[in-house]
């Protein structure tokens, strides 16, 4: 594969680990976030450090970002020190935040407008997909760009399905965060009952992951809420953060969503509990 110079930014839970894998691919990354301790695990690998968004970006062919709320995605992108400014021409850019599709739209149009290709790419698969490199990646953007950025979807992503222009990546990440919000309801009441019924959760669920309830969340989460493990594969504040986006989202296209109306509410309550910094996992506690 030909080496790529790539900019990265956002090395959180899950953008530290992609980043990783990136890097151990041979490609050239370069870095810069908010906080510099947070990139020394890649900067010890190899990467470059850039002391800002300015400085990256015209060093770099593509630059991939993954940061917390849509707000943090405007400015990286549309703030006069920001990519697009700064970007040299024929850039890629990819943003895999879960953020909103209208903003993704402006993005793309803002891009266009100055010869950069922009892409919209949000994941899901946790911590773990991030680490082993499992991502789905759920894209919008034009087929050219895509073509040109399946290359290194493949080293971070092994479900890598193009839904359609600017926009369509998010939308279809809202499907999944609405889908996945019902679900850690189903998820955590199942072990409240085993409990509450004098079982061994965890041998419910040997039962129970491999039938018609089976889901990535009853597989790798129920078993970290059985545990006690709260350590956050996604935060609770940044699953609100997409619940919320879902939500308004629906609500202009004239949607209801009374699962997802429930999940938010309740998800809440454990945010105001103090766990806004949990993994999603943690809505077993408001059960306990």
Sequence with gaps: MEMTSIGFIGTGVMGRSMALNLLKAGHELHIYTRTKQKAAPLLAEGATWHDSIAELA?????????????????????????????????????????????????IT????????????????????????????????????????ALPLFEIIGDKIIHQGPAGAGQH???????????????????????RKAGLNPTRVLDSITTGAAGSWSLTNLAPRMIKGDFAPGFYVKHFIKDMLIALDTA????????????AHSLYQDLAEAGDEDSGTQALIKLFS
């Design 58 to 106: 015209p060093a770099v062919d593509v630059m991939i970002t993954i940061v917390g709320y849509p707000s943090d995605v405007e400015a990286v992108y549309l703030s006069e020190s920001g990519i697009i400014n700064n970007a040299k021409p024929g850039s890629l850019l990819i943003d895999m935040t879960t953020s909103k599709p209208s903003l993704a739209e402006e």
């Design 251 to 262: 609500e202009e296209m004239g949607l209801e969503t009374p699962g997802l109306q429930l």
């Design 172 to 194: 279809t990440k809202m499907c999944n965060q609405i889908a996945i919000a019902s679900t850690m309801l189903g998820v955590t009441e199942a072990i409240a009952y085993a």
């Design 109 to 148: 149009r803002t891009a266009q407008a100055r010869g950069l290709i922009a892409l919209d790419a949000p994941v899901s698969g946790g911590d773990i997909g991030a680490r082993n490199g499992t991502l789905s990646i759920m894209v919008g953007g034009d087929s050219e760009g895509f073509e040109r």
